[in-house]
């Protein structure tokens, strides 16, 4: 059983209140597969990269369990640059650079051994590439999982819905989901999403915490309330990966075991954020992880017996 | 076993994307009492009001248990109005009218019989007038709860912070607790916070709920994801009274029962928002409200057993 994941993999350089960085590596697959990859392995990515990415990048990644076979590195270009600064409420950003690069060339073409991958996470890029990789699997996933973002709502609706009718998650923020529906109300929007075809929602509300939406479920996962924020860089794709590691570890795909999942996803952001880049992400170790999925547990549960 | 709520009683003028109304019962201590009546009984009303408060009003709050001997009427006064529209989003709003009237002349003066209330819930008004409250209990009460605005902290910051310094639990909203402590994270601002006095403090965020903050334990109860939210007015207030309530009629102030407490209370702003004013507050039965609970239970709960 494995894991796809397709996404950018870049370079970033980062201002926030607390401090900034030169370029270091970034990129929603790269976030992706550091933070799935302390659940499942192998993680099979496709990605593109210049010949300015930094190759002992690539060796910890593939230290980490990551199939880089489907990683195109063209070696006369340069890699995907974004430049960003937060406001001091670490929720609003100002990009200050987007640097495509090498990026206008992904054509994501999967190595064979990709295509019959059991887990599918299409990280946010142009739809009509998300509908070229799910078009490449030569059996059907037991999850596809589509992460994207209002720019293609933009200038791409029509294709954006044609992928998301295909998929079995979409995970968008609040904002992206009152575009995409129309509705103000998340409750009305997930219905209207619903019915494009995922059967699941996941509204991500960054430390607002995520919504999950199924039939007529609604599941939320708070976000830990932390004493500082240092980076919020790759939050949500770091969500991501430990939403689809879980989901892979466990081999199933039920309601409650999303919740599950969601939770440890959380738990995986909310380490993210503690430094800059994934360099959390780099020194974590199971025990860790557990014991902050612990504080999610004594964050939010609480024991209620009904009497009449 | 009584509960005291201290706060004022007025009309209310509200427009929101959904409607109007004109002038309708409002006032903290309204919503607290309203709240509150479905859990303990009676609820000892101190507030004061003009001579045009509509007396049947008064009737229905006895009906539901409240003791009104402790409101003040200014038979030639004006009750405290305000008004105010909301945008879109329901989380923003801009005040049109505040006409105090005789709020101006408010001074609470505790019959005899509310000096040995067991829980007091001290609703949003000048703190000198919440000092002179707390100073005529004659016992001490199981639990006094504190709400106060930004408006306080600018203008009264040391009389505040006495009040502060006097209460078992503190209820702010998430700007208020970083004006009030000067920290941008909640973890740190509660910190400060807790360290001014209170052994409890609940930060209401609204539509994202509400964090419970005692010692080194932290509590999060989602709002209720919501189809319609037809009129925010009065939800903290209500809150507020559903958390009091539920805690004087099981009798217990413990960290776990906060926990309980804080959902009722949630449960209970969840109605109250689906209606203009008091009039959802005025047609529940027990039975909707433990259903509305359960939904609550069900949004939030998961089970996460660790193997390490």
């Known amino acids: 059983m494995s894991i796809l994941v397709v996404g950018t993999m870049a370079y970033d350089a980062i201002k926030t209140p607390f401090g900034q960085t030169d370029k270091i590596i970034g990129g929603a697959a790269t976030y992706i597969a550091y933070s799935a990859s302390y659940f499942h392995k192998p993680i099979n990515l496709v990605s593109i990269v210049g010949g300015d990415f930094d190759f002992q990048e690539m060796e910890n990644l593939k230290a980490r369990g990551a199939d880089v076979t489907g990683v195109e590195v063209k070696q006369d270009g340069k890699s995907f640059f974004w430049s960003g600064v937060y406001h001091m409420d670490m929720n609003t950003r100002d990009t200050l650079v987007t640097d495509l690069n090498v990026l206008l060339e992904f054509n994501p073409i999967l190595p064979e051994a990709y295509k019959t991958s059991d887990y599918v996470l299409l990280g946010n890029i142009d739809p009509d590439l998300q509908m070229k990789v799910i078009d490449q699997m ?50 009305k929007a997930a219905k209207k999403i ?21 039939e007529n479920n ?18 949500g794709d770091t969500f991501a990966g430990g939403f689809i590691g879980y989901i892979a570890k466990t081999g199933d795909t039920s309601f409650d075991n999303m919740k599950r999942a969601i939770i440890y996803g959380s738990a995986m952001a909310s380490f993210c954020v503690e430094k800059f880049g994934t360099e959390r992400l780099k020194e974590l170790d199971i025990e860790e992880i557990h014991d902050r999925v612990e504080e999610f547990v004594s964050l939010s549960q609480f024991d209620i017996s009904i009497e009449e």
Chains 1, 2 share one sequence.
């Open 138 to 187: 030569s059996s059907k996933p037991k999850l596809v999982v589509l992460d994207t973002m209002n720019f293609w709502m933009d200038i791409a609706l029509d294709k954006l819905k044609a992928v998301i009718a295909k998929v079995d998650v979409l995970t968008i923020n609040d904002s992206e989901a009152r575009q995409l529906s129309g509705e103000y109300s998340l409750v």
């Open 194 to 214: 619903l019915a494009f075809g995922p059967k699941y929602l996941i509204i991500k509300k960054g430390e607002n915490g995520a919504l999950l939406f199924h």
């Open 218 to 235: 609604i599941f939320f996962a708070p976000a830990l309330p932390l004493e500082e924020v240092f980076d919020p860089t790759g939050a």
